[in-house]
């Protein structure tokens, strides 16, 4: 079954970077856009961008341009999130989605504080 | 950037009403809107795609309508476990974008 394992909380701080993963199972993780997005604490969610691991070819909302930055590792089927220059707007919960939105990983919280 | 409008952010209701959700998109999207159930602490639960298809494992009570750039989410007969927020998505381009969401409790 198809399965997205995220890695887990992250307490960082204040202008340093973080990476989260994405680890997949279940699928052909080259054939399938990975989708990135954000939820802020008690707000909606937001699109940050996909990236499509057979290629590395990658699409980010532009709101989130140099922010956010997408990579994957076809070797160990995992997708890669960095968020740079961190601030406490990013604290949030992050989730990877498959191209079909039909699959979520479990969210990752990162918290931003000094 | 499209504009998905959700209405209403906040639906009151009771077991066994019929209750709508609606987006409105500000420019045209076809059919590429999809609705999301968001229980709390939980990831997003895909209900509808293609603005009137029912996902895999959901309820028959579930519909998804369309009307020009109004996308509807209709739940026939409301259930305990329906309470949750729920969420739009326009896939037709980029940047993606959700609309704000609409909490569902018990009146």
């Known amino acids: 079954q198809v399965q997205l394992q995220q890695s887990g909380t992250e307490l960082v701080k204040p202008a340093s970077s973080v990476k989260i993963s994405c680890t997949v199972s279940g699928y052909t993780f080259s054939s399938n856009y990975m989708h990135w997005i954000r939820q802020q604490p008690g707000n909606g969610l937001e699109w940050i961008g996909w990236?499509?691991?057979?290629?590395?070819?990658?699409k980010y909302n532009q709101k989130f341009d140099g922010k956010a930055t997408l990579t994957a590792d076809q070797s160990s089927s995992t997708a890669y999130m960095q968020l740079n220059s961190l601030t406490s707007e990013d604290s949030a919960v992050y989730f990877c989605a498959r191209e079909a939105f039909a699959y979520w990983g479990q969210g990752t919280l990162v918290t931003v504080s000094s | 950037d499209i504009q998905m409008t959700q209405s209403p952010s906040s639906l009151p209701a009771s077991l066994g009403d019929r209750v709508t959700i609606t987006c409105r998109a500000s420019?045209?999207?076809?059919?590429?809107l999809r609705w999301f159930q968001q229980k709390p602490g939980k990831s997003p639960r895909l209900m509808i795609y293609g603005a009137t298809n029912l996902a895999a494992g959901v309820p028959s009570r579930f519909s998804g309508s369309r009307s020009g750039s109004d996308y509807s989410l209709t739940i026939s007969s409301l259930e305990s476990e329906d309470m949750a927020d729920y969420y739009c998505?326009?896939?037709?381009?980029?940047?993606?974008?959700f609309g704000s969401g609409t909490k569902l409790e018990i009146k």
């Open positions: 420019q045209d999207i076809g059919n590429y």
């Open positions: 998505l326009q896939s037709k381009e980029s940047p993606f974008t």
């Open positions: 990236i499509y691991p057979g290629n590395g070819n990658t």
